[in-house]
């Protein structure tokens, strides 16, 4: 059911290997939860985080939502379309809802991230 | 959780069903953001048979129910519908409501479901003459633009003779329905009410007409708030009084009220806080419980807080000291401090409720 393209994390992010870098989103168990998604606000580049610090925030019209790096990094590019649009997270969470791109300084964390069928299991838990 | 008669209906068309003061309600259908586009520019139903009615016959009942509320009876004609709200002896908002003049010797009287055992309490104890009906009464709100067109086609003959803020008895099909001209979304609409059998045939044929969509309480809470009705028990409750929350036009001081005197004694003193309305300038939201900041010094409380899909920015209202009320004053709210503005309502200024039929 989720992208077997991607790694996920406890706080539902999913991030993707491509050509050297990493891709950063929300799943869309996160999307659904949060309902229509009304606000996002992204780092900038260049900004630098470790695993687990809070990156990004996201808002819907019921709650807002903190986003923690999945893995220690910079960001390389980021997702503007979503300033203007940010119902694109609802339409398109693992495409066109991206949120940015970033380096790795430490790849060894990707491992302890779960992968399709693992994070499948955990949001089945969730929703009980 | 109590059920209202289109429960089923709910569930079979992915209402995403939540537990609203005890009412498993659904909070949305297509999606908040949608649904309320819709209602600004189609028309929505929205089952509001959660609220609460009641029925007040004849003269003495009329005049002792006259005496609990702020508003005075006799400026409401027949067919008008006024706004007000029960308090306290010491003035907190017990609940607000409006009341409907069918009769020169009938009202009808509608209220939230929140505080209804309490309201049912006071109002129905002592008055025999006043019904409590609201289990055996559905509320179907369809509120938009082409709302009038919509009641038309699903068979609701007398919208013409129908004023804003004006109700009537209509015959549908036989049965009779109580016809207000009212809402809470700010568009031009109808809110029906009528016996819980009837509620099902109601709304699909509502639904049938192709541009008509059902909307939940999510988009019914941003509506409302983009024309800046306040919610029972969100922005006011018996912790507050009708000076603190907005009311000054409702308060009729020439009539007698439970919590007058209270009430008189805060107006002359003067020191009480106010609620304001406040908007952002860009699409970050304040929320419902967030601190107001001076400066760094707390100065109230965000009551209402969302994001605005019609303008485009959050919005919402908070209670502060009156020396902080003036639109343009510049404030802060919430954990990361975020700017806003103290502006006015409506927040959107085109409804089309008043719309001259």
């Known amino acids: 059911m989720f992208p077997t393209d991607a790694k996920y994390t406890k706080d539902h992010e999913w991030i993707r290997e491509e050509d050297g870098s990493y891709i950063v989103g929300i799943t869309s168990f996160a999307a659904e939860q949060l309902g229509d998604i009304t606000y996002v606000e992204v780092p900038e580049v260049g900004d630098e985080f470790s695993i687990t610090n809070e990156v990004a925030t996201v808002e819907s019209v019921k709650a807002a939502s903190d986003i923690y790096a999945p893995i220690s990094g910079s960001i390389i590019e980021v997702n503007y379309a979503l300033e203007d649009q940010p119902e694109l997270v609802n339409e398109n969470p693992f495409t066109g809802g991206w949120f940015f791109k970033m380096s790795a300084s430490n790849v060894e964390e990707l491992s302890a991230l779960m992968d399709a069928n693992s994070y499948e299991s955990y949001v089945q838990e969730q929703d009980h | ?357």
């Open chain 2, 1 to 357: 959780m109590h059920k209202t008669a289109l429960f089923d209906i709910h569930e079979s068309i992915g209402g995403k069903i939540v537990d609203f003061n005890g009412w498993a309600l659904p909070i949305q259908f297509a999606g908040i953001i949608k649904e309320h586009s819709q209602t600004r520019a189609n028309a929505s139903l929205f089952d509001c048979s959660h609220m609460g009615e009641y029925t007040v016959k004849g003269i003495d009942a009329i005049e002792a129910f006259s005496k609990e509320i702020i508003s005075d009876l006799s400026k409401i004609p027949v067919g008008r519908c006024r706004y007000g709200a029960l308090l306290t002896e010491s003035a907190g908002i017990i609940d607000d409501l409006i009341t409907f003049r069918m009769a020169k010797d009938e009202l009808y009287v509608v209220t939230n479901a929140g505080p209804l055992d309490i309201v049912t309490e006071r109002l129905c104890a002592n008055n025999p003459g006043m019904s409590n009906v609201s289990f055996e009464t559905a509320k179907i709100d369809i509120q938009g633009p082409k709302a009038r067109e919509s009641a038309l086609k699903a068979g609701f003959k007398d919208t013409e003779a129908l004023k804003y803020f004006n109700a009537l008895w209509t015959e549908w099909e036989g049965q009779r329905i109580l016809m207000a001209r009212t809402g809470y979304t700010g568009e031009l609409g109808y809110e029906l009410f009528m016996p819980n059998d009837l509620a099902k045939k109601v709304w699909s044929r509502f639904q049938e007409i192709d541009y008509v969509e059902p909307a939940g309480l999510g988009a019914r809470d941003t509506l409302r708030t983009e024309v800046g009705y306040g919610l029972s028990g969100q922005d006011f409750n018996k912790d507050y009084t009708p000076l603190e929350s907005n009311m000054q036009p409702f308060i009729d001081w020439d009539t007698d009220f439970v919590g007058k005197d209270a009430l008189v004694a805060q107006r002359d003193s003067n020191t009480h806080d106010v609620l304001v309305p406040i908007q952002t300038s860009s699409r970050k939201s304040p929320r419902h419980g967030f601190d107001v900041f001076d400066g760094e010094q707390i100065v109230g409380q965000v009551t209402t807080g969302t994001f605005g899909p019609s303008v485009g920015f959050g919005i919402g209202f908070a209670r502060v000291p009156q020396s902080l009320s003036s639109p343009g004053t510049e404030l802060t709210v919430g954990p990361k401090k975020i700017d806003v503005e103290v502006s006015t309502i409506p927040f959107y200024a085109d409804g089309t409720c008043r719309m001259k039929l």
